[in-house]
């Protein structure tokens, strides 16, 4: 229901904001019928993978895509 995607996005900011990891990064979510699409730029893979892993164990989330999440160059 729509209902959940804005509360699974609402959610997932929250998260986000707390987490060290992804604290000062500006993370971009969307969510579509349980899908959820994250954005943004990240230091590591590893970072990328934990953000993954956080968002998959929010209830209702089917599945998180972070194919358009980017790792900084340095």
Avoid: C, W, Y
Wanted: proline share 1%; charged share 25%.
């Amino acid at each position: 229901p729509a209902g959940s995607d804005s509360r699974i996005t609402t959610e997932l900011k929250s998260q986000f904001a707390a987490d060290s990891i992804s604290k000062d990064v500006d993370i971009g979510v969307t969510t579509t019928q349980g899908v959820v699409v994250l954005t943004g730029t990240l230091v590591t893979q590893d970072a990328i993978d934990h953000v993954k892993n956080v968002a998959e164990k929010v209830k209702d989330v089917k599945s998180v895509d972070t194919s358009a999440m980017k790792i900084t160059s340095t």
